[in-house]
């Protein structure tokens, strides 16, 4: 399995909403993230995990709050989301820090209306 | 200055041409080096690595230039199905295990019959 599969691939909430995205990964890779993609923009970093820690946080407002239950999952948990968070979110795994390995999921497109 | 920086596109060539996409980084201490490719509306997905001896993949050749922080990409006799988006990505690693890619702007590529 050379996957990263997330759920959903498709999600419009409401501003008062609460939701999660789901990411999933069975290559046993111990780093996974998020990042966060415009349209006609390039990915951007919002957490890494490593062997189920948060390693690094950039900045990201507190309404996004990730989760790893366990090193083949992770979760992004949203709540009172802006319109202008709508975004294509990225959930990818590595096999470590030099960034080989690295897989990308298909991503998850979100509407805040 | 963004970390990453590539040449802004788009390029419009038709097919057989030869194609060469420069890309930049500031951080001096970046561990690794990529090209990635990414379709309209797909998660991005890894060409190549890049390493300093320079290496080739088919129609495709990288190049890397540390002392001058440089990174380069050519195709050569382009095809149809090369129309993309090439991100140049860099790992600044992070401080513990788990990579930190950052991604430059990208160069569209359209190749026309």
């Known amino acids: 399995d050379t996957e990263v599969t997330q759920t959903p691939k498709h999600l419009v909430m409401g501003m008062t909403n609460k939701k999660s995205l789901k990411c999933e990964q069975h290559?046993?890779?111990?780093?996974m993230y998020w990042y966060k993609q415009k349209a006609k923009k390039p990915p951007e970093l919002m957490f890494v995990?490593?062997?189920?820690?948060?390693?690094i946080n950039e900045s990201v407002p507190s309404r996004f709050s990730p989760e790893c239950p366990n090193s083949s999952l992770l979760n992004l948990h949203l709540h009172a989301l802006q319109p202008e968070d709508s975004a294509l979110y990225l959930c990818?795994?590595?096999?470590?820090?030099?960034?080989?390995?690295?897989?990308f999921g298909s991503g998850t497109r979100l509407t805040v209306v | 200055r963004k970390e990453v920086e590539q040449d802004p596109g788009p390029f419009n060539v038709p097919e057989g041409a030869t194609v060469a996409f420069n890309c930049t980084y500031s951080?001096?201490?970046?561990?690794?080096f990529f090209w990635y490719r990414q379709d309209c509306r797909k998660e991005p997905k890894l060409l190549m690595s890049?390493?300093?001896s320079g290496n080739e993949d088919g129609r495709f050749t990288a190049q890397l230039n540390r002392a001058s922080q440089y990174i380069s990409l050519l195709i050569r006799d382009s095809k149809l199905s090369d129309s993309a988006t090439y991100l140049c990505?860099?790992?600044?690693?992070?401080?513990?295990?788990?990579?930190?890619?950052?991604f430059g702007q990208g160069t569209e590529l359209s190749v026309k019959p």
């Open positions: 990818a795994s590595s096999q470590g820090a030099a960034g080989y390995g690295y897989t």
């Open positions: 290559m046993g890779h111990r780093a």
């Open positions: 995990y490593s062997y189920e820690k948060l390693s």
């Open positions: 951080n001096s201490a970046s561990q690794s």
């Open positions: 890049v390493y300093s």
């Open positions: 990505v860099v790992n600044m690693r992070g401080y513990n295990q788990g990579g930190k890619l950052i």
